[in-house]
Structure formats: C-alpha cells, structure tokens
C-alpha cells in the first residue's frame, strides 16, 4: 500500500480543568486529595491572581499535591483562532472552545483606560436590526471558564501577572460583546465573582459595566446580586420604533424597563446608568428625539453614550451626519445630563460595537441552554 503509515491523533487531555472554577467548585474538587481549605484558597490565588498555568510553580504547596494535583487537573486557556490589529491599536481575538465554537473578544485602548469587551454568548438571543452579531442566531451560552478565559486571554497578552493594582493595560470591562448577558446570568454571575474577587482577578466592580438589551426581570438580581455598573442598549424613545431596531422590547417595552431602571439596586450620582444610544440617519436623531429622551430618562442618575453607527456588509442604515449627532448631544447635555460620543475603533477589522460576528452555528439537535429568562 502506497504512502506512509498512518497519522496519530492526540488523545484529548481528560484530565478535569479548574478553569472556572469559584472557591466553592475549588473545594469540592479537591477534597478527595485531602486538600484543606486554605489550600483550597491558594490553589484559587495561582489561578486567578498570579495567572499560573502550572502545579510546579505553585511553591507553596508540597511536591506530593502538586504531582497529584497534574495528574488528575489541569489549567486550561482558550484557544486563539486569529488575532487582529487595527491601525487604531484595538485588538481582536477570536477564541475557540472545547467544542470548536467561537466567539470574539476585543481590547480598546484609550489614554487613560485599557477596555476589554468580552462575549456572554456564540450568537446572540436577539435580533436587534443594526447590530451584525444580532444576525448570527444564537448557538450556546458561554459558561464561567469561557467568560473568565477571555479575560485570562487578554492578561497573558499584556503580561500583567499577577494581577497589578496600577498601571494596567486592562483597567476595564465591559460585557457588551457578543450575546445578551442576562439571558446566561448565572455564568455570567459565577464569572464576575471570579474577576471581582480581591483573590482572584481583582478589578472593581466600578470598573466593570454589563450592558443589556433590556431583560426586566433580570435588571434588579443585577444589581442585587453582581452589583456591576449598568448600561441600557436604549436606541429609540418610541415603542414603535424600539419594537423595530430591539425587538426584545415588544416583551418589555420602554415605559417597562425604565421602572426597572429606577429601582436599580445601588443606583445613585456616583453609580449612574448608561443608555447607550446608537445614532441612525434620518430613524431615531432628530431634535425630538433628543428632547424625548431627556423626558424619559428624567429622574434616573444617568449618562448618555451616542455611538454613531458602524456599518457591516449588507446592512440598511447609515450613521447620523456629525451635524445632528452633535446636535443631539447638546440638547441632552443642556438638559443637565453627562453626554459622551463613542469614538469609533476597531472598524477596520469589524471590532467596533455591534459589528462582532463569529462563523459558529448550532449543531442540529443542540440545545442553547439559554437561562435566566
């Protein structure tokens, strides 16, 4: 027989990743080791504070729980399919999970801040109009490890482990990537406490916004429960037109999710809701618009985000002359609020917002195991 012999393939690695892993799940997956709490709470500090992927370099343990710990663990990363550069330094990676779905990731950096949008979903559970994710029908959920690996991701990139207090590249994160986060809340949660945790990650929750489309009875366990800063995926003032560009809001429209706003847990001066507001030629950038939004927002600590649109292939709106966008922002602004316009970035290799989009697509049969609802 002509050619060769035979090409081998690699046996899976079977061994159980800690990767995701909370102290509890830390635990509980050590106990038959005989590993002691405290143990347990170093084994948590490797990972997520000093980054070690390693059970030799964890030196304060002995040699026989590290040998045992590599032989039946290991600290998983998340694979990197492609990595780009914009001319504007944003970067986006797009990571592989075990089951060869993928997702995006993208890092923005800016003078005073490093911003690292992370994904909640393969896909998107929604179908927002302007959005290229929103045309990629969702796959799964992500689960912890995949949340947190895409912050690990970034950490390895820019070498800051352990994990710095200052002068970080990576200050801020924003759950705004791919997928409606409070449709995978408990992932989502488990993630965050992990990023949060002095131990662990460490970033302020300050320093961390979830943004969502609008799911009303997920806003309060948010802020009860995470206590992350808050950003609204706004976009209309009319339920009509919101219908259209977020359809989410025919199941929780304006007046809805504005209550829900209001009673956000924490919510003050110094922790503001964002609304961010996408500016679409001639559909939702008029001088009433501007007027009507200050109208309804009116008692809510907030800030207003005007992102100017970012277009994608096949797409039917345009983005807002600088004209009205500027003068959207004056009327907002003159009626007492804080107003920023998003700088685009990244649009060169459709990093920007909502031009995020993998090539994964459901298996047949594969449920979404979407949660939170």
């Given at each position: 027989?002509?050619?060769?012999?035979?090409?081998?393939?690699?046996?899976?690695?079977?061994?159980?990743?800690?990767?995701?892993?909370?102290?509890?799940?830390?635990?509980?997956?050590?106990?038959?080791?005989?590993?002691?709490?405290?143990?347990?709470?170093?084994?948590?500090?490797?990972?997520?504070?000093?980054?070690?992927?390693?059970?030799?370099?964890?030196?304060?343990?002995?040699?026989?729980?590290?040998?045992?710990?590599?032989?039946?663990?290991?600290?998983?990363?998340?694979?990197?399919?492609?990595?780009?550069?914009?001319?504007?330094?944003?970067?986006?990676?797009?990571?592989?999970?075990?089951?060869?779905?993928?997702?995006?990731?993208?890092?923005?950096?800016?003078?005073?801040?490093?911003?690292?949008?992370?994904?909640?979903?393969?896909?998107?559970?929604?179908?927002?109009?302007?959005?290229?994710?929103?045309?990629?029908?969702?796959?799964?959920?992500?689960?912890?490890?995949?949340?947190?690996?895409?912050?690990?991701?970034?950490?390895?990139?820019?070498?800051?482990?352990?994990?710095?207090?200052?002068?970080?590249?990576?200050?801020?994160?924003?759950?705004?990537?791919?997928?409606?986060?409070?449709?995978?809340?408990?992932?989502?949660?488990?993630?965050?406490k992990i990023v949060m945790d002095g131990e662990g990650l460490a970033v302020s929750r300050r320093k961390i916004t979830l943004s969502t489309s609008g799911v009303v009875p997920m806003i309060h366990r948010c802020g009860s429960e995470i206590g992350v800063m808050l950003a609204i995926s706004l976009h209309a003032v009319r339920d009509d037109l919101r219908d259209e560009l977020v359809p989410i809001n025919r199941k929780y429209p304006i007046a809805e999710l504005l209550d829900a706003c209001r009673a956000y847990t924490g919510l003050s001066n110094a922790r503001r809701i964002t609304f961010e507001y996408v500016m679409l030629k001639g559909v939702n950038d008029s001088a009433a618009d501007a007027r009507e939004l200050t109208r309804l927002i009116q008692g809510i600590p907030a800030k207003i985000n005007l992102i100017p649109f970012n277009p994608w292939p096949g797409v039917a709106y345009d983005c807002s002359e600088e004209a009205a966008i500027d003068r959207f922002a004056d009327i907002v602004q003159r009626a007492g609020y804080f107003v920023t316009v998003r700088k685009p970035r990244g649009r060169d290799i459709l990093a920007a917002c909502g031009q995020l989009k993998s090539e994964s697509v459901r298996a047949k049969g594969q449920k979404t195991g979407m949660a939170g609802g």
């Amino acid at each position: 027989m002509p050619g060769g012999p035979a090409a081998t393939v690699a046996p899976a690695d079977s061994r159980v990743n800690l990767m995701g892993m909370d102290r509890e799940d830390l635990a509980v997956a050590l106990a038959p080791l005989d590993v002691k709490p405290f143990r347990a709470k170093q084994v948590f500090q490797w990972i997520y504070n000093r980054g070690i992927t390693d059970f030799d370099e964890m030196t304060n343990l002995s040699k026989g729980l590290r040998a045992e710990m590599a032989e039946r663990f290991r600290i998983g990363r998340l694979a990197v399919n492609t990595e780009q550069r914009s001319t504007d330094s944003t970067r986006k990676w797009l990571v592989r999970f075990d089951d060869a779905q993928e997702a995006e990731t993208v890092y923005i950096p800016e003078t005073d801040r490093g911003t690292l949008c992370v994904s909640s979903q393969v896909g998107c559970t929604l179908t927002c109009t302007f959005c290229h994710t929103g045309t990629q029908k969702l796959v799964r959920n992500l689960d912890a490890k995949e949340i947190v690996g895409q912050i690990m991701l970034a950490r390895d990139a820019f070498g800051e482990w352990p994990s710095p207090s200052e002068d970080r590249q990576l200050t801020n994160i924003v759950m705004m990537g791919m997928g409606e986060p409070l449709y995978n809340f408990e992932n989502v949660k488990k993630a965050l406490k992990i990023v949060m945790d002095g131990e662990g990650l460490a970033v302020s929750r300050r320093k961390i916004t979830l943004s969502t489309s609008g799911v009303v009875p997920m806003i309060h366990r948010c802020g009860s429960e995470i206590g992350v800063m808050l950003a609204i995926s706004l976009h209309a003032v009319r339920d009509d037109l919101r219908d259209e560009l977020v359809p989410i809001n025919r199941k929780y429209p304006i007046a809805e999710l504005l209550d829900a706003c209001r009673a956000y847990t924490g919510l003050s001066n110094a922790r503001r809701i964002t609304f961010e507001y996408v500016m679409l030629k001639g559909v939702n950038d008029s001088a009433a618009d501007a007027r009507e939004l200050t109208r309804l927002i009116q008692g809510i600590p907030a800030k207003i985000n005007l992102i100017p649109f970012n277009p994608w292939p096949g797409v039917a709106y345009d983005c807002s002359e600088e004209a009205a966008i500027d003068r959207f922002a004056d009327i907002v602004q003159r009626a007492g609020y804080f107003v920023t316009v998003r700088k685009p970035r990244g649009r060169d290799i459709l990093a920007a917002c909502g031009q995020l989009k993998s090539e994964s697509v459901r298996a047949k049969g594969q449920k979404t195991g979407m949660a939170g609802g």
